[in-house]
Nanobody, 123 residues
Framework: QVRVVESGGGSVQAGGSLRLSCTAS????????MAWFRQAPGKERDGVAT??????IKYADSVKGRFTISRDNIRTLTLQMNSLKPEDTALYYC??????????????????WGQGTQVTVSS
């Protein structure tokens, strides 16, 4: 079993920055991919960025050039968010996947989830 815990959310004005962190514990190993998703009120959960076990990265178009995902080791994930916009307001989730065929666009391909951390961007 794998447990995932996020931290680092908060409130910031538009144009500001926040850094989210995620720590995975339990039986995670170097084959797992990790990712950030987000869910705004009344909307579906969307992928933000993914990083695989060899460091390949994908971003959602809406965050390219503003967000940076990094993985310090197999258990620690970060999301640096710059130039934040009000539309970035959401509950941000960290996820890990041991499944084949995971993707940024399908949250069903991720089998371990944190509880989420709130990010609020005011205009």
């Amino acid at each position: 079993q794998v447990r995932v815990v996020e931290s680092g959310g908060g409130s910031v004005q538009a144009g500001g920055s926040l850094r989210l962190s995620c720590t995975a514990s339990g039986s995670i190993d170097s084959t797992y991919a990790m990712a950030w998703f987000r869910q705004a009120p009344g909307k579906e959960r969307d992928g933000v960025a993914t990083i695989d076990n060899v460091g390949n990265i994908k971003y959602a178009d809406s965050v390219k050039g503003r967000f940076t995902i990094s993985r310090d080791n197999i258990r620690t994930l970060t999301l640096q968010m710059n130039s934040l916009k009000p539309e970035d307001t959401a509950l941000y989730y960290c996820a890990a996947s041991s499944l084949m065929g995971w993707t940024l666009t399908n949250d069903l391909t991720w089998n371990y989830w944190g509880q989420g951390t709130q990010v609020t961007v005011s205009s």
